[in-house]
């Protein structure tokens, strides 16, 4: 495979805005010397000013119609589009972007990658963009239009002089005479300016801005005119101005009651600046660290769930690649390769645990934060605070994938290693692959040089959109992918839309109007910092890995049998090696740091609630059973062992952190027993949410798929249930009153819309490579449901 290549300049004629023509052949000739990059004389700056000033006015001109068009025929025009066919669209977008490109990654150095047909001949992103560029002056998008260039950003100047001593002048009102005005010779040692009313920008960025939103400007005034048709421009500004829209019906995804994460990044650049939306980031994040605190609970509780950690995680370690010329794991020895994997297992759960933790905590203070009365001054310093974690978190995932990329199971089999390559990395394909496989495979390799995506947001932010479009739309991509990478895709795009967030705040009017270039803060992350000192014996630590090796033997957990006498004993085996395993990790810290289990680590799993094991064995034959006695409920998570492990849900398990109660939840024996369903599906926890309602009224569609996720087999010959369609476990979730979102990778995010249903959201990680919930993971799907929000088997009846 061929090295991905990021130049530090663009190809010849590639910054012709996705194929519209610069019709100045001066200003195609002045950006291409400005990309240069060089020291600039004086003629330089005259160019720079006669040009500036003529894209200055164009804009307000442009902004002036637009403006005047939205505010009167916004309604009439939100109509007439979504009245048209896809093939009309596209002819009216042609008609008004004659080059426009047919997807979004025909070239990574176009300014406006956004604008292509597969986005916008969709119903409502041609709708958003022409909503938020009518109503909000051009300044609003001017700090923010080179976030969403991508690989076309103006490298920083070389000549310092001129990047200092001549900058361009945004300014609040559209003001023809006074937007995109140069101001020369400027003390080269003075910050750029920056008021409520204008802010500056060094000449070579502001003249690519000014540039860029001119042909925005023209090409949305264009269309509003062909949607128009039978109005001219003073007839249609004529007419008396009418109340906004709403815009919230915009903002939805095209399904109702489902959204995209993918929809939210496609229509961030049209809004630019008005995209921030710092509530619902903490909701991602907040469900991020439920979804971490689950993982860590069950690798303490569930031994099959640390078997199937270990056996995921070995399946992408290197000594199981072709070919492999003598890589180090392979080298080590059983048992020190055995500790190696634990190592790493451990040590990303709980760093990630804490790394969630901390931005959840400090987003939570978001609200407050951004009151009136807290200075921009003490907002910027915390915000830094965020933006340095998530910096962290991102670097840590981010090499994780590169990792998991190289060595995944699905991806190693199409590929060999090259005998002679000491560093052992895998050059040669097995076989050929089409386009889509290949332009994937040249994403991922971005991620195999750390320093290049790690150090560049704007290439993490191509290559995720990149990753997410191929996986969504060519099932060869998606099934080329494990499902520890597409769950490490997910965390890493949550981060990414956390920094690219950050970005626009910090680049929004009113953060640019403080003056704190010369701040110098120091970021204090004591809390984190502290745990990864306490963390930091882990790397030197010999794990008892006798205690769970052989895993198939000591790890063995046969809770899909019936229950019996040895099925018992083999179960509780299992939960004394794991009880006995964390004991020697907690007792080593203990030696080590003075502290057995860290608060962080402590509280995830204190706020579970009590660890479940396996009740002794009893023997019913020789006990009188008493119909309806109420006995104590044993947990007994589903073992991934017996199942095909493609079809594995790749996520983990969401949890609510409760106040634990003393007394632990019991339940009756149902007349139903004997036909193999109980309809009161008991809590896998010691508390139960008090918010949820005692019935549920659903379709006959819905009520099948919760009562297969809570479905309990009393009878030992009672047939288990089918698998469920993912598709309908969505829909079910859609009718019980939650809104539905996909994010990147294989998470989907589920939010209630209504408080009497649940008060917090809920991810799940859609199965693959199939679409089938198998039936053991549908009853895990149950049992957390049951842990979050409480909800039982009788709960949901027929309407």
């Given at each position: ?34 990309y240069e990059n060089k020291t ?47 093939s009309q669209r596209r002819e ?410 950050i970005d626009l705040w910090q ?293």
């Amino acid at each position: 495979m061929t090295e991905p290549e990021f130049p530090t300049l663009p190809p010849e004629g590639a910054l012709a805005l996705s194929g519209l023509l610069i019709e100045s052949i001066g200003l195609k000739e002045l950006m291409s010397e400005l990309y240069e990059n060089k020291t600039f004389p004086p003629s330089t700056i005259d160019r720079i000013e006669h040009h500036a000033e003529q894209l200055g006015r164009s804009v307000c001109e442009n902004f002036r119609i637009l403006n005047g068009i939205v505010q009167r025929h916004e309604e009439l025009i939100r109509k007439r589009w979504i009245k048209k066919s896809t093939s009309q669209r596209r002819e009216l977008l042609l008609e008004a972007w004659p080059s426009m490109p047919k997807d979004p990654e025909p070239n990574p150095w176009c300014l406006v990658p956004y604008i292509n047909l597969e986005i916008l001949t969709k119903a409502k992103p041609l709708l958003i963009f022409i909503n938020a560029r009518g109503r909000h002056a051009p300044w609003s998008f001017a700090g923010t239009e080179e976030q969403f260039y991508l690989l076309a950003r103006m490298s920083p100047c070389v000549d310092q002089a001129f990047c200092k001593g001549t900058t361009i002048h945004f300014t609040r009102h559209p003001d023809p005479s006074t937007f995109g005005r140069v101001e020369r010779d400027r003390n080269p040692h003075e910050h750029y300016r920056a008021t409520e009313d204008y802010f500056e920008m060094c000449a070579r960025t502001g003249i690519q801005t000014l540039h860029l939103q001119d042909s925005i400007l023209g090409f949305l005034v264009k269309c509003a005119k062909s949607l128009l048709h039978d109005m001219t421009v003073p007839q249609m500004l004529a007419c008396a101005v009418r109340p906004e829209p709403q815009v919230s019906e915009l903002l939805d995804g095209d399904n109702v009651g489902h959204t995209s994460f993918s929809h939210i990044l496609m229509t961030a650049p049209f809004r630019g600046w008005h995209s921030l939306n710092f509530e619902k980031l903490q909701g991602y994040i907040a469900a991020s660290l439920d979804m971490q605190q689950e993982h860590v609970w069950a690798l303490h509780e569930d031994p099959s769930y640390l078997a199937d950690t270990i056996q995921e995680y070995e399946s992408h370690a290197p000594h199981k690649s072709n070919n492999t010329p003598g890589a180090t794991w392979q080298a080590l020895s059983k048992k020190a390769y055995r500790n190696l994997i634990i190592t790493v297992i451990v040590d990303e759960a709980y760093c990630m645990l804490a790394g969630w933790q901390e931005l959840n905590t400090r987003f939570s203070a978001f609200d407050k934060l951004f009151r009136e009365g807290i200075s921009i001054h003490d907002q910027l310093h915390a915000v830094g605070e965020v933006e340095h974690i998530a910096e962290w978190m991102k670097d840590c995932l981010a090499k994780k994938i590169g990792d998991a990329y190289f060595f995944s199971p699905n991806i190693r089999r199409l590929m060999k290693r090259d005998p002679e390559d000491e560093s052992g990395l895998f050059v040669t394909p097995i076989g050929s692959f089409t386009k889509a496989q290949d332009s994937l495979l040249k994403f991922f390799e971005a991620y195999q040089k750390p320093t290049t995506v790690l150090n560049n947001r704007a290439i993490l932010s191509y290559t995720l959109e990149g990753i997410d479009r191929l996986v969504q739309t060519h099932p060869e991509c998606r099934a080329m992918l494990s499902g520890r990478l597409l769950s490490l895709l997910t965390d890493v795009s949550v981060l990414g839309e956390c920094l690219r967030q950050i970005d626009l705040w910090q680049k929004s009017p009113e953060v640019k109007a403080c003056d704190h270039s010369g701040c110098k803060y120091i970021y204090k992350t004591e809390g984190l910092e502290h745990f990864l000192d306490w963390l930091q014996p882990l790397k030197d630590y010999s794990f008892p890995t006798d205690d769970i090796h052989p895993i198939q033997e000591k790890l063995y957990y046969p809770v899909h049998k019936r229950r019996t006498r040895e099925s018992v004993n083999e179960m509780q085996k299992a939960e004394s090696n794991l009880d006995k395993f964390w004991a020697s990790v907690n007792a080593m810290f203990k030696d080590k740091t003075g502290i057995a289990q860290h608060r962080i680590i402590r509280e995830c799993l204190e706020g579970g609630g009590k660890m479940q094991r396996t009740e002794p064995w009893v023997d019913r034959d020789a006990q009188k059973v008493v119909k309806n006695k109420s006995l104590e409920y044993e947990y007994q998570p589903f073992s991934r062992m017996i199942h095909n492990r493609e079809l594995q849900i790749t996520g983990t398990f969401d949890k609510m952190s409760v106040e634990e109660k003393s007394k632990t939840k019991t339940r009756g024996i149902t007349d139903q027993a004997s036909e193999g369903v109980a309809e009161n599906s008991p809590v896998a926890n010691d508390c139960v949410p008090n918010q949820t309602p005692t019935t549920i009224l659903v379709d006959q569609r819905t009520y099948k798929v919760f009562k297969t996720l809570f479905y309990i087999p009393t009878s030992e010959t009672g047939d288990l249930p089918k698998a469920v369609k993912w598709n309908d476990f969505k829909r079910a979730m859609v009718r019980v009153g939650f809104a539905v979102e996909k994010l990147q990778g294989s998470a989907w995010q589920f939010s209630p819309g209504d408080a009497s249903i649940a008060e917090r959201s809920i991810q799940f990680h859609e199965p693959h490579p199939e679409n089938d919930i198998p039936y053991v993971m549908a009853k895990r799907f149950g049992r957390r449901l049951a842990r979050v929000y409480g909800w039982r088997g009788d709960m949901f009846q027929l309407a």
